[in-house]
């Protein structure tokens, strides 16, 4: 094992070096095995092979030469080309050269907990050099409006969570689970209302827009509770509410169709989308104040 | 051609080693690693990446080269001999050397020379 390590480590010298010494130093290995200078003649292997590839460039491969056909007056002609690779002595001393760079910039950044300052982009130039945390443009000039999502602050949250999870209509709507429902969302509401359409009947019952009464076998309602119930469902939830247009308790396929509109009504604020404050029932806007 | 060999003073040590094996005998490379500890009374010893990173310099600067024996044992091994010029150049070094010890023993009191 120790000498298909040392011989492979052989063959890793530059070829020139390697076809003229290579088999004398693997003799020689087998020559020392017996008196346990294994180490030393690793270490010594090792040294030489950095000897070789970077201080013996001259040692390396000679530029490939090719003999082009002879010409109309019978003259050879020769060129010489260099190989398109880069060399390998070339490679190893590149990688050498980053690894001793990157080392030396992560022990600098780990000393002084302090990122190097590098000048990234300026719209108006100024002498001093920008910091990494600091904005590329100039102060004054926000280009970008970047709206975080408010979970946490918005009392409303908590509810429209639960609310959102209830109501399937609002739970297909908002595609991304913001529980913001977009203007890419509104545009689009058609679409996701066909999805929950199970029956495929071209309409929505309130059972398909999250209207549930329990199926206990025990406990038999009477069917015009239910009935009031539905009706209630569709009317007194704003989404739903908006959707029905003619309040008959479904959404009709021509409901449906005019879904993005409806659902338009309810941006009281004109944002272009619509809010929990904008979607919640107002009895938990009202408990929310 | 004195200008020559100056430009290869001072010797490394392996350099230097290798020409002093070589200057008694031929000898392949084996024979020079043993020929080295056996003169450094076993304080120095090469291995065979220096060796023969050493030798190739010296072949490729021309104070040594390659010569071929008759035999069976000796044709499966190549031996290096040192030339005149390598000798001249060996001999330069040990000149040089020898200032260096004379200039030592001249600065330093007998009793640190000894320690």
Not at chain 1, 30 to 56: K, P, V
Not at chain 1, 116 to 124: D, E, K, M, V
Not at chain 1, 261 to 285: F, H, I
Request: aromatic share 8%.
């Amino acid at each position: 094992m120790d000498r298909l390590l040392y011989v492979w480590l052989v063959g890793l010298h530059p070829r020139q070096f390697r076809e003229r010494f290579g088999q004398e130093m693997i003799g020689i290995y087998d020559e020392h095995t017996g008196n346990g200078r294994h180490a030393a003649l690793f270490i010594d292997l090792l040294i030489s092979l950095f000897r070789q590839w970077m201080l013996r460039p001259a040692h390396h491969e000679p530029a490939l030469s090719i003999a082009l056909p002879a010409t109309s007056s019978d003259t050879p002609v020769f060129q010489l080309l260099d190989s398109s690779l880069p060399r390998r002595s070339a490679l190893v001393k590149g990688a050498i050269l980053t690894l001793i760079w990157f080392s030396a910039m992560t022990l600098f950044i780990g000393r002084t907990g302090h990122p190097p300052r590098f000048l990234i982009a300026t719209r108006t130039p100024r002498p001093q050099v920008l910091g990494v945390g600091e904005p590329a443009a100039w102060r004054g000039e926000p280009t970008t409006q970047i709206k975080l999502k408010a979970e946490g602050e918005d009392p409303l949250y908590p509810f429209a969570k639960a609310y959102f999870r209830m109501i399937r209509v609002l739970d297909i709507l908002d595609a991304n689970h913001d529980w913001i429902i977009s203007p890419w969302e509104i545009i689009t509401v058609p679409a996701a209302l066909r999805r929950l359409d199970q029956n495929h009947d071209g309409k929505l019952s309130p059972e398909e827009c999250g209207f549930f009464v329990g199926e206990n076998p025990k406990t038999k309602l009477d069917p015009q509770v239910v009935q009031r119930a539905r009706l209630d469902f569709m009317r007194l939830n704003p989404v739903l509410a908006a959707l029905d247009a003619d309040h008959d308790g479904e959404i009709s396929a021509g409901e449906i169709q005019n879904a993005t509109a409806a659902l338009k009504t309810l941006d009281q604020n004109l944002d272009g989308r619509l809010t929990p404050d904008e979607v919640l029932p107002d009895a938990l806007t009202l408990q929310r104040q | 051609m004195k200008e020559d060999v100056a430009k290869f003073l001072p010797l490394a040590p392996a350099t230097l080693h290798i020409l002093l094996a070589l200057a008694g005998e031929d000898l392949h490379g084996y024979g020079i690693m043993q020929e080295v500890s056996r003169q450094s009374l076993g304080q120095y010893k090469l291995g065979p990446g220096t060796l023969y990173d050493n030798l190739q310099r010296l072949l490729d600067q021309g104070l040594v080269q390659e010569v071929h024996r008759a035999g069976r044992e000796e044709s499966r091994r190549r031996y290096y001999r040192v030339n005149s010029f390598g000798r001249r150049v060996l001999a330069a070094e040990i000149a040089r050397l020898d200032a260096v010890v004379r200039q030592g023993s001249r600065l330093l009191p007998a009793r640190l020379r000894r320690a």
